[in-house]
C-alpha cells in the first residue's frame, strides 16, 4: 500500500499516446513537486521527469509530466518497444518527513 | 563519469546488524544531498533515509526509524547505512541515490542510482 496511487498497469500500440496517473494528497502532490523515475527490466531506476516537467539531459520530448491539485500525470507519446519498463511518480510527503513512492505501473507496448 | 558503487550487503540473521556503503565519484559528492531507497523482489521502490550535504538533516521512513542510521563522510565521498535489528520484511535491493539538490526536505530529484546492494534476511 502506497502513498501516492498508481494503476498497476498500462499499455498502448506503438504509436500511440499513453498516460499514467499518480494520485496523493495535500501533504505531498499538492505542496510539493513531482517526479518520475522509469525502471527498465533488471536495471536501476533513472530518473525521467523533475521538477513536474522538465526532462534530464538524453530523455526524449515524447515524455511530459504535468500535476493538477493532489493528482498527478505522465504522458508518453509515440510509443516504442523501448518504452517497456515499470514507471513510479514520487514526491516529498511533509507529514511523513520523507519521500514517498507510487506503487509503480508496468508499460506493455502492445 | 558519475558513480555510485554499493556494498556491504549480504546474508544476515534476523535481529542482526549490517552496514552499507556508497561510494561516490564523477561530481562533488558535499554538494548534494544523499539518500538510500529500496526494492524489495517483485516489488515497488520504497525511501528508506535521505541526508542533507553537512548531515545537518536527516529523515528516516517511518519502518526504520529507531533501528537505521544513515551517515556521510564527505572527505571520502561515501554514504552509509548502519542497519540493526533487522527483520525478514528488510530483505530487498538498496540503492545508493543522489539528489540534485543540498538539503531535504528536498523536491529534487534523485538523479543518479547505483546498482544496488542486495540484503537478505532469514535465519
Known amino acids: 500500500q502506497s502513498v501516492l496511487t498508481q494503476p498497476p498497469s498500462a499499455s498502448g500500440a506503438p504509436g500511440q499516446r499513453v498516460t499514467i496517473s499518480c494520485s496523493g494528497s495535500?501533504?505531498?502532490?499538492?505542496?510539493?513537486?513531482v517526479n518520475w523515475y522509469q525502471q527498465l527490466p533488471r536495471t536501476a531506476p533513472k530518473l525521467l521527469i523533475y521538477d513536474g516537467n522538465k526532462r534530464p539531459s538524453g530523455v526524449p520530448d515524447r515524455f511530459s509530466g504535468s500535476k493538477s491539485g493532489t493528482s498527478a500525470s505522465l504522458a508518453i507519446s509515440g510509443l516504442q518497444s523501448a518504452d517497456e519498463a515499470d514507471y513510479y511518480c514520487a514526491a516529498w510527503d511533509d507529514s511523513l518527513n520523507g519521500v514517498v513512492f507510487g506503487g509503480g505501473t508496468k508499460l506493455t507496448v502492445l | 563519469e558519475v558513480q555510485l558503487v554499493e556494498s556491504g550487503g549480504g546474508l544476515v540473521q534476523p535481529g542482526r546488524s549490517l552496514r552499507l556503503s556508497c561510494a561516490a565519484s564523477?561530481?562533488?559528492?558535499?554538494?548534494?544531498?544523499m539518500h538510500w531507497v529500496r526494492q524489495a523482489p517483485g516489488k515497488g521502490l520504497r525511501w528508506v533515509s535521505g541526508i542533507s550535504w553537512n548531515s545537518g538533516k536527516i529523515a528516516y521512513a517511518d519502518s526504520v526509524k529507531g533501528r537505521f542510521t544513515i551517515s556521510r563522510d564527505n572527505a571520502k565521498n561515501s554514504l552509509y547505512l548502519q542497519m540493526n535489528s533487522l527483520r525478514p520484511e528488510d530483505t530487498a535491493l538498496y540503492y545508493c541515490?543522489?539528489?540534485?539538490?543540498?538539503?531535504?526536505?528536498?523536491?529534487?530529484?534523485?538523479?543518479?542510482w547505483g546498482q544496488g546492494t542486495t540484503v537478505t534476511v532469514s535465519s
Open positions: 495535500s501533504s505531498n502532490i499538492r505542496g510539493n513537486i
Open positions: 564523477g561530481f562533488t559528492f558535499d554538494d548534494y544531498a
Open positions: 541515490v543522489k539528489d540534485d539538490v543540498a538539503t531535504i526536505p528536498s523536491d529534487g530529484g534523485l538523479d543518479v
